[in-house]
């Protein structure tokens, strides 16, 4: 998968593409039906397949305040996104520019200009353009004139209810962390770097790898239950802490885990954290001490969950 941020790094427009369009946030089951649909159509034509997306998320630059907190980080979409082996992910900043930017143009500048396109599938509650006057009705009225082909996905119903972004934060929130794997394919998880951090973990009998996540608006914040991957092709239990640390005044976000049975110097590694149950919220407490009682219960509740499990 290619990688293109911004129409001004696509050096030359493509010689033809089929395209789907939307915000990806998690890349759910139900967009991962509409990636499917994408690379079947694509395959039929020969063409290439292309993902746009948008950062940040139109509902971000509206109405920041309201916006849903992220399924996954940026990196990540990217990450899911190229699992699904797409040809090119195309990345458009929404900015003011691109906000007043009318349906009609929207096609004509990116769509046909840029990417070519031949064939355009879509969700069926996908909207763009200056207020959202652009959707399947609108693509498929102008269809011949535009010279591509457009389908429309129907939405993917599991248990009677429409797999949505907004579905998988509830269930999250409800700390149904099976529901949420079953709705997006896979465990909820999180991931990067292990960097060093201030080795307090260490120092109370509890030592963490730790991984700097810099945006605070995510969906999980408290105590967890998790799986570690990406040491030494293992699936190693854990209990993560994620948050800003307020007990020693923290202010970035960091997600720390103490991983079970485990001594090994992994700083380096590309991991990523599965997020299987909720133990409890984030606390402050009045002291070390009071802090490190309340680690040996989390582990121990993660230990019970485990051999429960």
Known sequence: MKLIRGLYN??????????????????HRGHQQVISQLKRVARQASLPTVVIIFEPQPIEYFAPDKAPRRLARFREKIAYLQAQQIDYLLCLRFDTELASQSAEAFVQQILLQNLNTRHLVIGDDFHFGKNRQGNFQFLQQHSERFGFKVDETETLILDGERVSSTRVRECIQQDDFDKAAELLGRPYSLSGRVAHGKKLGRELGFPTINIKMGDKTLIVKGIFAVIVKGIDNRALRGVASIGTRPTVNGVDTILEVYILDFDQDVYGYSVVVEFLHKIRNEEKFDSLEELTSWIAQDTEKAKVFFNTR
């Open 10 to 27: 696509l050096t030359q427009p493509l010689a033809a593409s089929a395209v789907t369009i939307g915000n990806f946030d998690g890349v």
